[in-house]
């Protein structure tokens, strides 16, 4: 006869152990931490990472570099204000002096000749003037003076061109500008025979039409020098003169001519 041995103890002992472990499983009870084994608490004393300073990394972080960034202008163009010179010509330079076939300057009126029949031009010590006002000449606000060359001499001369005339003071000395040669009034002039005479015309404009321009001032009379002579000589006849060179009273015709 076989002996059944209870098995309700045993049962009870493992229900028991399912019982503990679910128990610490699900309250947390420190079970394990009150009884640890030496491992464990060597694990749980050493701590999670060591200690001291952070060990350096694999690699140091590269700096970052910045590329510098032109910096641009727009300037608008100016011109230079020193310009480049222009280089100075080279060459040799030749000066041409005059020589006896190179053509003679025109000959004026008031230059010392000879006509081509060999008569001298009048010279001023064979020479008389005489002046006086033309009656019913001149326009309004000017007066025609008739200047008469008398042929003083023992022989011919000749005379051409615009007489040379200007007012004088008391000392003779010029006064205001010279007559300019009134070209309307032109004439080829002539041979002039002793005791015989040629005439010119001078026209002379009143001072005060200038006003103040003017700057008026009493003239003794006239510096004339006949065209080709070496001399003028003076002529008393009292005038109003315009002491200012500036202004253009007087003007004069050539020898002969009529106006």
């Not at 230059?111 to 009048?122: I, N, R």
Request: glycine letters at 8%; a negative charge; one cysteine or more.
């Amino acid at each position: 006869m076989k002996i059944r041995t209870p098995l309700l103890p045993l049962a009870a002992l493992g229900l028991l152990t399912v019982l503990t472990a679910c128990g610490s499983a699900t309250t947390g009870t420190t079970t394990a931490e009150s009884t640890p084994s030496s491992s464990s608490v060597a694990a749980t004393s050493a701590p999670s990472s060591p200690t001291g300073s952070p060990a350096p990394t694999s690699a140091s972080p590269s700096p970052s570099v910045t590329a510098p960034q032109p910096t641009v202008q727009e300037v608008e163009p100016h011109p230079s204000v020193s310009a480049t010179p222009e280089p100075a010509p080279t060459g040799t330079v030749v000066t041409v002096e005059p020589t006896a076939s190179a053509p003679a300057p025109a000959v004026t009126g008031r230059q010392l000749a000879s006509s081509a029949a060999g008569v001298a031009v009048c010279n001023y010590d064979q020479l008389y003037i005489e002046a006086a006002v033309a009656e019913g000449g001149g326009a309004a606000g000017s007066r025609y003076i008739t200047l008469t060359f008398n042929n003083t001499g023992s022989t011919n001369c000749t005379m051409s061109g615009y007489p040379a005339v200007h007012y004088v003071n008391a000392a003779g000395q010029q006064v205001g500008a010279a007559a300019a040669n009134a070209t309307e009034w032109s004439s080829s002039g002539g041979v002039i025979t002793p005791g015989s005479s040629l005439t010119a015309t001078l026209r002379e404009t009143r001072a005060q039409l200038y006003g103040d321009t003017c700057q008026s001032v009493s003239a003794a009379g006239y510096s004339i020098q006949a065209p080709g002579s070496s001399q003028a000589l003076v002529l008393n006849f009292a005038a109003e003169a315009c002491s200012n060179p500036a202004v253009a009273q007087l003007s004069v015709g050539a020898v002969g001519a009529t106006p």
